[in-house]
Each structure stands twice: as structure tokens, then as C-alpha cells.
């Protein structure tokens, strides 16, 4: 399969700004969202927040264009058009595609989220909004990723400079491969957070895996649910 192979393109975050901070353990001073809004739904080329973290550990908080970025150009006239945006790693290519290599050693993040989605069948799809067990409507967690910085052409003839990101996916548990049985975005574990934010690459392998099955939920199912109106996170 190539990097363009794609599973999640729908999540939502309708985490508020504070409840992110205190949940990934994000200072103020480090939080570059600005205005944010709980998103019901968020598609690949929109921008979400991510949680970084510095070398010392120091985490911050910023928002990114979900995909990276691959330039192109008209065959036509050889000029730029839309890129395309590689919003799925898939975790058998983070250590082998030098497309991923780097952003996996080095520039690893966390996509706060309260549920995503995937879609079975078609004309109508069915479309099933995944979630974890915990307290509330739609409990918080975090998806692994990973995070590059981009400085090229829109496509438009304009010059953009941005953070991207990517989400990595792997082999769907029982409770997802019924919808998509090929991949699904890997959730970690609250105390798995520090270890794939600063950890090896090789420590980082060891949490790749499906999220259990049992720790989650499926909040709602249906056609055209294009998003998950599941109320807003606020913070403490």
C-alpha cells in the first residue's frame, strides 16, 4: 500500500480549550490556540489542535492542518495546484518510509479527541462515531500522531507556512473491524502519553497496538452523521 492509502478521515474534538490544558497537562503559557471552539467535526485539510512536547518534556499546545502536505503540479501547465494532504500513517511505515522516518524519531504529537469516525457501506454510507468509556457524554482522549512543519505553495499561488500533522493508524479491534476492517486511529492510554510524546522510537513502537475493545463505545450510528453532536467538554 502506498502513503496515500487513507482509513480515518472524520474525528471530532468538542473538548474546550481549558479542558485540554488540564488534561494533557498543557501551562497556559504554552498554548497557541488562541480562540478555539469545540469541533463536532474535522476533516482532513482543516486545522485541530495538537499537544507537542519540547525535548525537557515541556508540552505545548498549537493548532495544525490535519495532513501533511505533498505539493503537486499540473501536467498540463506544470504549475501548482491543490496539494494533497496524507492525513493517515499507517503504523507498519513510521520506521520504514522515509515519508514518516523522521516526524515518527523526532516530532511526535497527540490529537485530543472525543470520538471519531468511520463509514460502512455506500450510497447511503452508514456512518459510526466511535468513543472510549468514561464519565460524560463524549470522554476525552488522545490519538497518536505525528507533526512536521510546512512552507510551500496552497496551490493557489500563494506562499503558506504551518504546522501539519498526520494520524497514525493500526489493526482494528473487535468493536471497529465490523465498520472498517482493515485499520483503525490509535488511541493511547492516559499514562502511555509521556512515553510517545519523549520517548525512543523503539519505546514508542512498544505502545503501537489496537486501544481495547472493552474501553470503548460506539455513541452513534446513522446515515449521513456527518458529525458528532455529542456537547461540549468544559474544563474544571
Not at 511505515?93 to 457501506?121: M, Q, V, Y
Request: glycine share 8%; proline share 8%.
Amino acid at each position: 500500500m502506498s502513503i496515500l492509502d487513507l482509513m480515518c478521515n472524520l474525528y471530532s474534538n468538542t473538548m474546550a480549550k481549558d479542558a485540554m490544558r488540564q488534561l494533557f497537562a498543557v501551562d497556559a503559557a504554552h498554548d497557541a490556540l488562541g480562540n478555539a471552539e469545540p469541533m463536532t467535526a474535522i476533516f482532513p485539510k482543516g486545522m485541530a489542535p495538537i499537544v507537542g512536547a519540547e525535548a525537557d518534556g515541556t508540552r505545548w499546545l498549537e493548532p495544525a492542518h490535519w495532513g501533511f502536505v505533498m505539493p503537486q503540479v499540473s501536467k498540463k501547465t506544470g504549475k501548482p495546484i491543490q496539494p494533497k494532504a496524507v492525513n493517515n500513517a499507517r503504523d507498519d511505515k513510521l520506521r520504514t518510509s522515509r515519508f514518516w522516518k523522521k516526524s515518527f524519531e523526532d516530532r511526535r504529537c497527540l490529537i485530543p479527541a472525543t470520538s471519531f469516525c468511520e463509514a460502512k457501506g455506500h450510497n447511503p454510507a452508514t456512518y459510526v462515531w466511535f468513543g472510549v468509556t468514561g464519565e460524560g457524554a463524549r470522554p476525552p482522549f488522545a490519538l497518536a500522531g505525528v507533526w512536521r512543519a510546512y512552507k510551500g505553495n496552497d496551490g493557489g499561488g500563494e506562499m503558506r507556512e504551518m504546522m501539519t500533522s498526520s494520524m497514525v493508524t493500526t489493526t482494528p479491534n473487535a468493536l471497529v473491524k465490523d465498520t472498517h476492517p482493515d485499520r483503525m486511529p490509535m488511541i493511547l492510554a492516559p499514562e502511555d502519553y509521556a512515553q510517545w510524546l519523549t520517548g525512543t522510537p523503539v519505546e514508542a513502537c512498544a505502545l503501537i497496538k489496537p486501544f481495547p475493545a472493552e474501553r470503548m463505545v460506539i455513541h452513534q450510528r446513522g446515515e449521513g452523521l456527518k458529525s458528532d453532536h455529542g456537547g461540549m467538554i468544559t474544563g474544571a
